[in-house]
């Protein structure tokens, strides 16, 4: 009982001293907005490195060109399934095409790949002249099972210097899902027949993903290298670094900043706290002459900062996931994801748990404690005539 | 007769600066009776207000000793000083201090939010204050919206919604016209034959009448 007449006085506080209330809370929400922003974009790219890295393949076979990656025969795909330890090789055609200013992958596999590949929700397996999309991007570009898709497939001749691209229409056979979106949210899957006619790479391919046994993988690895020595190999591991690298490199960054961020939050905190403050000192003051203990004065304290940092931490979470989602984080997703500008070309992938919300509330409720714990243990403590006078 | 209150050989002194001080009281001895009226009086500036708040437990003094209730307070920590006042004591102040922007009613029931009782209890005991005070029709305004006599007898009302064994009030009718203060010392007479003590300062005589018990303050000492 004495609680809640504690809690209702602690509501009133916040409601009396409105423009106070705001302010901090706008504060806190500043503060915490990029950090939440943060969290759920660390936890998305987590999570998407480690479905990717599942789901790729353990090593990846070009050809070198000039130091470059180039394309290799497809052929090779069947002479490396003889290695011992190679569970499966299969031939891929990459390329990267714009559809309607939207940046996504063509990837040409064979066609039970495919199947093992995605799981199609909607539809078929592609045959020659026909496609299949992520759910995403079937969703953003308004296709269905049956419609049709004009893809600008080929650079054939440079005139005025403008690319002359060659044009086809798609059917699309099938609609997939997939969990990652980094990766394949805005990819079209063919049959690779069907891809290798279109780019004329007689019997080239773009590379070849292997599967092997882990424990044999390094002999895989060597094996295949004899084979030829223009053969570069890549193994999942180094890609697995790679993204980690480049999150980590520029989450350092970003974790710099921030520590400098929270460091400047601190006086702000205090400031900003600090506004009417004579004014709740003395009521602090009224309340402990009327008989209020110092614990009860700190408990309702204690309650009004909770209060704050239950009201900012889901306003912050909220604005956060409408960065994130709605306006896929702009100017933020770039010190997390390498290679990418302020504006990222695809979804980014973005992860709100339980435990975004805990940690909102977590820090929001020390920086208020922060800001306000010395003031008001000072006026706990003194004694009432003290500060009323 | 018991007393209430003693001290013995009070001093109280303001440091002003590093080496200055303002010595608000000197050497006061007096004693309280339990269940009477004792007034305070004095010219402005003689020690009233200082010495009210020492009674109230409201600041320490410099020096000597104040006895409540037979415990020695000087001893007692601040949270024991809380809780003192807390379960014994109202206390008016001479300017109020009321909480601003807070309905008249939740002014009053705020010194029973310690004590544990339930929203409605407060709300009642309130109410019926209020309607004793003749301030039942302004008791969802706030102190803003209130005139200087009705703030007082706000305060009042919250000085004594914890039904307390001794009442400090400081100045309680210098705002209030004749016939309100009138009905606030009818109120305190009854108090009193409950047994209440009650201590008033006011610096002009016109409630000597009504006390058991005078003290004169003068620059901070008693005069006889
Ligand atoms: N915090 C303080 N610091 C310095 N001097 C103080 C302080 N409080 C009170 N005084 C001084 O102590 C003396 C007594 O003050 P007090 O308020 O007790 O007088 P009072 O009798 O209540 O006067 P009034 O009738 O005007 O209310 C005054 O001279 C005052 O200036
Ligand atoms: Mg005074």
Redesign the pocket.
Known sequence: MKTMGILTVATANLLRHRLRTFVVVICLVVIITPFVSALALLEGIKKEALISVQEGADLYVTMDMYGRNGMIPMEVADEIKKINGVLKAVPRVISRIYVEGRLCVLLGIPLDEIEETVKIIDGKLPDDGEIVVGRALARALGLEVGSNLSLGVRVTAIIDHSPFIMKRVYRVAGVFDSDTSIWSSDLILMGIDDAITIYEMEDFVSDIAVYADPTKLQDVADAIQQMNAYFRIQSKSIAKQYVKRGFNRKGGIFVLLYTFAFILAIPVMLIVSGTGLTERKKEMAILKATGWQTDEVLQMAFFENTIIALISAPVSVLISYIWLKLFNGAFIAQMFIAEIDSIAPFRIPVQFTFGTLLMAIFFSLIFTLVGSIYSTWRTATTPPAEVL? | MSKIIICEDLYKS?P?GRSNE?V?LTGINLSIEKGTIALIT??????????LSILGTLERPTKGRVIINDRTVNELSDAALARLRRDTMGFLF?DYNLIPRLPAWENVTYPLIPLGVNTSERKKRALHLLEMLGLYHRHTHTPEQLSGGERQRLSLARALVNDPEILLL??PTSNIDHKTAERIMQLLRELREKGKSIII?S?DGHLLSEADQTFQ?SG?RLVE
């Not at chain 2, 004095?42 to 010495?51: C, D, E, I, Q, R």
């Open positions: 006078r | 303001y002003l303002v608000a004095g010219p402005s500036g003689s020690g009233k207000t200082t010495l001479q400081d100045e300062s610096h303050l901070g």
